[in-house]
């Protein structure tokens, strides 16, 4: 509305207006949520983990706590770290080196 030169302003048409410091708290709540997401996905999974290791202790429990791969024992002390293992240190490190992704090369890999 305007009246004799003055513009009346309701203050139902202003909207909200972000401030600088809004949008620079953007891209930190991202991250914010990026990491929380990933730390649920990890969580899920490893409770996901235990719920298998424990199916696998009521089902078969003589088996428990042997290698899946090589059928060794696999040492106490790892199975009280990490409940849910399903093989040994020497066993698992082989397979996590057959299935990790190629090394990206760097320039100073190429030579003349």
Sequence with gaps: MEAAGNV????DDIGAVPSAADEDEAPYREM????ASSRNRVRADQLLRIAHAERRLEEDPENFGLCEKCE???PPKR???LPFVRRCVDCQTAAESKSS????????????
């Excluded at 914010?32 to 990491?35: E, H, K, M, P, V």
């Excluded at 190629?102 to 003349?112: A, E, L, S």
Aim: no cysteine.
């Design 101 to 112: 992704k190629p090394v990206r090369k760097k320039v100073t890999d190429y030579h003349d």
């Design 8 to 11: 009346t302003v309701r203050a």
């Design 72 to 74: 060794e024992p696999i």
């Design 32 to 35: 914010d949520q990026s990491i």
């Design 79 to 81: 199975l009280e770290l």
